[in-house]
């Protein structure tokens, strides 16, 4: 399933259940069928008009990626090297 | 059906307040209003309660009744009105049905919340209660969070810049520290305000309101008994999930509110002299002014920048500080901007007082856009 950012955003102060995985890209996806998902975003960052590929759907959301970008192993080797230190937002 | 007025108003500070519990502030805002409207609780017909996460924040639910109960009000309807941050918008809206239907005379409409007791990332997940569960809040989605995708879009959009942003929340700042009931009482500066740290992107702290506690209060009545006319009022919804609407650079319910209260009241935007917008983040200002016909879609960012919503501007805008300084117990909000309308009609604004003063306007926003309420006010 393909589709088109409609518009993104990056949560640095998440809720309760999410502190954790702070900070983290969360975007609003036009799919190709036009109907429209609230998703997240793995691997590089996305903006408005970036072409993106479902990753699949993890507790019930849409993870998506930027179209072509590396498989999840590939990421999640890149993710890890990225890793910043935690902030507490007061 | 009969012409309403508000008769009265009262509202406790905004802020942070460790030894007040949500009872307290609410009575205390209650019984400013009964003061001001030189009404005896015996005289009070039925009490409406705007609250959105009472049972959530502190713990008590029948809210209504409980503080009906305090204020000597046992006996009569007393109702709890939840549309997260327009409850209070809600409850005074159909506190004025009742009483334009004629079925009460008088009739008390509060609005409270207690946030402060709560630590910062369980009051992002209670206020993400109000956005759609099962998939924004499942994501991972704050309300900044829905508002910054809102911003980031409308920048896309219409060119709405950073700095047009900074400039409602450095406007609303200067006019709360004008404001002894204000939460922050602090200008800030435009740098402030644009290195500010980051919350949700585009969005940083100085784009959010704040986390406070507060009452609002207002009585109402037939408008043969009160000086402050309710001219026009309409409450309207839409979709929870933002990804449910077509366009998300504006609230369809405001634009429809706006119609209706607009029609009601016999005006034009072009009449309204002031007004108290639901400015939950800073571009939530820009599209209200934008929604509300004061400007064209799009123009609501250099209108701002350009200083014509300032005091001293062609329309002022959230002269209390608005929710981004005066606070935003979410409650209390919707009663809170007609209170704010009422000193500003009354000529009682003090050192933020505008210089035409007849008709105001006030909007209260619930959610992400689902729930809306425009009041049109005027003094006679």
Redesign the interface.
Request: proline share 14%; glycine share 8%.
């Given at each position: 399933m393909k589709g088109t950012i409609y518009t993104e955003t990056i949560v640095y102060a998440a809720p309760a259940a999410f502190t954790a995985e702070a900070p983290y890209q969360l975007a609003i996806v036009t799919l190709d069928d036009g109907t429209r998902v609230t998703g997240r975003i793995e691997g590089e960052r996305v903006s408005i008009d970036t072409r993106v590929e479902l990753v699949e759907h993890r507790n019930g959301v849409p993870w998506f990626r930027r179209e072509g970008s590396s498989s999840r192993a590939e990421h999640q080797a890149a993710a890890e090297q990225r890793v910043t230190p935690q902030e507490t937002i007061a | 059906m009969r012409p309403v007025a508000v008769i009265g108003i009262g509202k406790t500070a905004f802020g942070a307040f460790p030894d007040r519990d949500l009872r307290s502030l609410a009575v205390e805002a209650s019984q400013k209003a009964l003061r001001n409207s030189n009404i005896q609780p015996a005289e009070v017909e039925a009490f409406y309660l705007g609250n959105f996460a009472g049972p959530s924040f502190v713990g008590q639910s029948h809210l209504a009744p409980y503080i009906a109960g305090e204020l000597g009000l046992a006996g009569i309807p007393c109702t709890r009105l939840e549309a997260a941050c327009a409850s209070s918008g809600a409850a005074f809206f159909h506190a004025c049905s009742a009483v334009a239907a004629g079925i009460y005379d008088v009739v008390l409409v509060t609005g409270v919340e207690k946030m402060t007791s709560t630590d910062?990332?369980?009051v992002?997940?209670i206020l993400?209660m109000a956005g759609?569960c099962?998939?924004?809040?499942?994501?991972?989605?704050?309300f900044?969070?829905l508002f910054?995708?809102?911003a980031?879009?409308h920048m896309?959009q219409y060119g709405t810049t950073r700095e047009q942003l900074a400039a409602v929340a450095v406007k609303n700042h200067g006019n709360g520290a004008k404001n002894p009931d204000a939460h922050m009482r602090k200008p800030i500066s435009i740098e402030q305000a644009l290195k500010g740290?980051?919350?949700?992107?585009?969005?940083t702290?100085y784009d959010c309101s704040l986390v406070s506690d507060g009452a609002a209060a207002v009585v109402i009545a037939p408008a043969d008994r009160g000086d402050v006319q309710v001219l026009g009022i309409a409450q309207t919804s839409d979709y929870v999930?933002?990804?449910?609407k077509d366009d998300?650079t504006t609230f369809h319910a405001v634009r429809t509110a706006a119609e209706k209260a607009y029609k009601m009241a016999g005006v034009s935007p072009s009449d309204i002299q002031l007004a108290e917008v639901h400015d939950c983040f800073t571009i939530a200002e820009v599209i209200a002014i934008e929604d509300l016909g004061f400007v064209r879609k799009g123009e609501g960012g250099p209108y701002t920048q350009e200083g014509r919503t300032c005091i001293k501007g062609e329309r002022p805008v959230n002269t209390s500080g608005g929710l981004k300084a005066k606070g935003h117990p979410v409650g209390a909000t919707g009663v809170a901007q007609i209170c704010d309308v009422v000193l500003q009609l009354r000529g009682e604004a003090g050192e933020r007082q505008v210089a035409k003063h007849e008709i105001g306007l006030a909007q209260n926003l619930g959610g992400s856009g689902a729930s809306a309420v425009v009041t049109i006010l005027e003094c006679k």
């Open positions: - | 910062t990332p369980r992002a997940e993400a759609d099962g998939t924004e809040g499942r994501a991972g989605a704050t900044p969070a910054a995708m809102i980031r879009r896309h740290k980051p919350v949700a992107d585009p969005l702290v999930p933002l990804d449910h998300i």
